[in-house]
């Protein structure tokens, strides 16, 4: 896999499909593998971690084709992203509104800043899968039918995989960050607990707490060994 030289990181060389719509309308983008689809990564299905777009971007910019084995989607969340909010339009986390039996109808929690106790409230959705983000992002899975998905977020600065594979144990050895089985506290109709009980394996890579600049020098290099299956 030959890289773009930096000159060309301007522009992402290859286009989209859209795989479905948000509750706004905006089209919910994947771009595909050439190949069979071994990997998807996924950012920004909480649209205040808009870090998570822009790196996987600049990553995804700087390869010279498409990747053969790894499909990427920008923002899952894009209602989120372009309004600055967690949630989607309907104010719903759709990290807390997968079809899990752990689903609840009860309002859920984050936390404003990672020093602060998770008090600030959205909705999981009216029911479990209720949100058009979720669907779709379920109808992608099912039809790429990925070995693995690795979903991006921030600022928990771990690697958290429940099944502890291999290639979550390398991505912590890579980034030099913590290698977990959960994050410590309940996250009832996450897309990991989805995961977890439909086989698939998932793996959460939470970026730190970190400038763009320094997630450039540390991550975004990561990343780009991810979709050219370069990952030592
Ligand atoms: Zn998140």
Do not use: K
């Not at 690795?150 to 771990?158: E, F, S």
């Not at 144990?169 to 410590?184: S, W």
């Not at 890579?205 to 780009?224: G, K, Q, S, W």
Request: charged fraction near 15%; hydrophobic fraction near 40%; include cysteine.
């Amino acid at each position: 896999m030959t890289l773009r030289p930096r000159s060309a990181w301007g522009t992402l060389p290859w286009s989209p499909t859209t795989y479905g719509r948000s509750v706004l309308g905006l089209p919910l983008e994947v771009w595909r593998p050439t190949g069979r689809c071994d990997l998807l990564v996924f950012a920004a299905i909480h649209g205040e971690e808009p870090e998570t777009t822009w790196a996987l971007s600049r990553a995804l910019r700087q390869l010279g084709d498409p990747p053969a084995h790894a499909a990427v989607v920008l923002a899952a969340n894009p209602d989120g992203l372009v309004r600055g909010t967690r949630a989607n339009a309907n104010g719903v986390d759709l990290n807390r509104n997968f079809p899990t039996s752990t689903w609840r109808a009860a309002p859920v929690t984050s936390r404003a800043t990672i020093d602060l106790p998770s008090d600030v409230l959205l909705s999981p959705g009216t029911h479990a899968g209720s949100e058009p983000e979720t669907q779709a992002l379920l109808g992608l899975i099912a039809e790429l039918q990925p070995d693995a998905v690795i979903a991006l977020h921030a600022p928990l600065a771990c690697i958290d995989d429940a099944n502890g594979s291999a290639l979550g144990e390398r991505l912590a050895d890579r980034t030099g960050m913590p290698f977990v089985r959960d994050v410590g506290y309940p996250t009832p109709g996450s897309f990991g607990t989805w995961g977890l009980e439909h086989g698939v394996p998932v793996i959460t890579y939470e970026f730190p707490v970190i400038a763009n600049e320094d997630l450039m020098r540390l991550h975004v290099p990561v990343l780009v060994e991810l979709l050219t299956g370069t990952l030592p």
